[in-house]
């Protein structure tokens, strides 16, 4: 069977044939493919091609596919035991490795995915100030929980709506929507209401309307205010972490959030998320504290060895550097055709990070990504796969370099861009 045979039969016994929207297709059009194997750089479809793979899996690859030693730690750890919901001195090794790696986090609670994550940091924000409110950004994608899912990103930008159905109001009454980059925008609301917010919640640099930074003075504005009326600042890393250095991009750029929520990198490709902060905040938790949080697998040693593996591999061969340098070979080169070719984009990258936004101007906010092309997004990402290349199916994500990709790789991708 082909992928398209594979997706008929999907959508007879799963809604929409995908376990996540964004994999659907919608954003591009087309049938989605079915990926059989991966290693390194490379994917085979159900449909026997090969693809280089500039998606990485939405991030968690930054090594690259089935690397070696975390296969092989994976498969050693099951052998001993899938779960067991009781204490491993495993997890707490881990937690030591994640609070050395990143100072800010004196304490750090293991969960199964970011959305646990941030739902949960955000309950501990609520619990710990005792106040109901947050403040989070337009266009920035923190997971599916409730209240996170108005103006939100990432594949609710694909569907066409930025919030959701099934969100009662009383969830969405308490959160402000601000946005990106407009730091006077969250001071207007502080001004009225900086003693109800219990957090501000923002992608550090975002990821979930195409890769947007933060322009200067926004993150420190942020964690100035908050300081200022009582509020915490909540790093949302699950795509930052371990993305630009074996450390969140807070600890590189010397500004510490209340909170750092993780995800993706720190699983090496199986299902983690963290939260964690200062202690005086984590203790709140229980059992030691009022705020609940639990999870049958947290902390799970068969995933939690391939984070351990992955995060002392990025720490012992800090691949950072090699991959800065690819990314910006690679956007430096769509650039460079793009103004040859007088095509209607630009390349954003930072680190392996990298979204071509199809309009000429600068884009730092949510209204100015979706005023980009995204049929020119389409017919990219369509001449891509054909070519042998697999991208973000959706105008509104990032695309990934990892430690796996190499000069050659980086050139043929410019070679079939450049036939666009
Ligand atoms: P998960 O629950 O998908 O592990 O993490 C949610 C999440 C939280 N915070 C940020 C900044 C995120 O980017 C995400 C998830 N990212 C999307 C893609 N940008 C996951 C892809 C998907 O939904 O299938």
């Known amino acids: 069977m082909n992928s398209a045979q594979w997706f008929e039969r999907a959508q007879k016994v799963i809604p929409g044939g995908v376990n996540s929207p964004v994999r659907a297709f919608n954003g591009v059009g087309g049938t989605p493919v079915y990926f059989k194997s991966g290693k390194g750089v490379k994917v085979q479809t159900e449909d026997g091609t090969e693809l280089i793979d500039f998606c990485g899996s939405w991030g968690p690859l930054i090594l690259g596919h089935a690397r070696d030693e975390v296969v092989d730690v994976v498969a050693k750890t099951a052998a001993d035991g899938l779960t067991f919901g009781a204490n491993t001195a495993l997890e707490t090794e881990f937690a030591e490795l994640?609070?050395?790696?990143?100072?800010?986090?004196?304490?750090?609670?293991?969960?199964?995915?970011?959305?646990?994550?941030?739902?949960?940091?955000?309950?501990?924000?609520?619990?710990?100030?005792?106040?109901?409110k947050i403040i989070k950004f337009d266009g920035c994608y923190h997971g599916h929980s409730d209240y996170l899912l108005v103006a939100a990103g990432s594949g609710l930008l694909t569907g066409g709506s930025t919030s959701s159905a099934g969100?009662?109001?009383?969830?969405?009454?308490?959160?402000?929507?601000?946005?990106?980059?407009?730091?006077?925008?969250?001071?207007?609301?502080?001004?009225?209401?900086?003693?109800?917010?219990?957090?501000?919640?923002?992608?550090?640099?975002?990821?979930?309307?195409?890769?947007?930074?933060?322009v200067a003075g926004f993150l420190e504005g942020l964690r100035e205010a908050t300081a200022e009326c009582g509020a915490l600042l909540i790093f949302d890393e699950v795509i930052n972490g371990f993305r630009l250095g074996a450390t969140t991009f807070g600890h590189t750029i010397g500004l510490e959030p209340d909170l750092t929520t993780l995800g993706k990198i720190i699983g090496g490709g199986m299902p983690i998320g963290a939260f964690g902060g200062r202690a005086e905040i984590m203790k709140q938790l229980a059992p030691l504290g009022p705020v609940y949080q639990a999870g049958t697998l947290s902390g799970n040693p068969v995933a939690v060895a391939a984070g351990m593996k992955t995060l002392e591999l990025l720490r012992d061969e800090s691949p950072y550097l090699k991959i800065e340098i690819l990314g910006?070979?690679?956007?430096?080169?769509?650039?460079?055709?793009?103004?040859?070719?007088?095509?209607?984009?630009?390349?954003a990258q930072r680190g392996g990070m990298f979204t071509p936004f199809f309009r000429k101007e600068a884009v730092h906010n949510l209204d100015d990504s979706k005023a980009c092309d995204q049929k020119a997004h389409a017919t990219y990402f369509h001449h891509m796969l054909n070519h042998g290349f697999y991208t973000p199916p959706s105008g509104f994500e990032v695309a990934f370099v990892s430690a796996a990709h190499t000069t050659e790789d980086i050139d043929a991708f410019l070679e079939a861009f450049e036939k666009m």
């Open 98 to 132: 994640i609070t050395t790696l990143i100072p800010e986090m004196e304490m750090v609670r293991l969960v199964s995915s970011g959305t646990e994550a941030v739902m949960s940091a955000i309950r501990l924000a609520r619990g710990y100030t005792g106040r109901r």
């Open 167 to 214: 969100v009662s109001p009383a969830a969405t009454e308490e959160v402000f929507v601000a946005p990106y980059n407009d730091l006077a925008a969250v001071q207007k609301i502080l001004k009225t209401h900086g003693d109800e917010i219990a957090a501000v919640i923002v992608e550090p640099i975002a990821g979930n309307m195409g890769l947007v930074e933060p």
């Open 328 to 347: 910006k070979r690679l956007a430096d080169g769509i650039n460079r055709i793009a103004e040859e070719k007088g095509l209607n984009l630009h390349c």
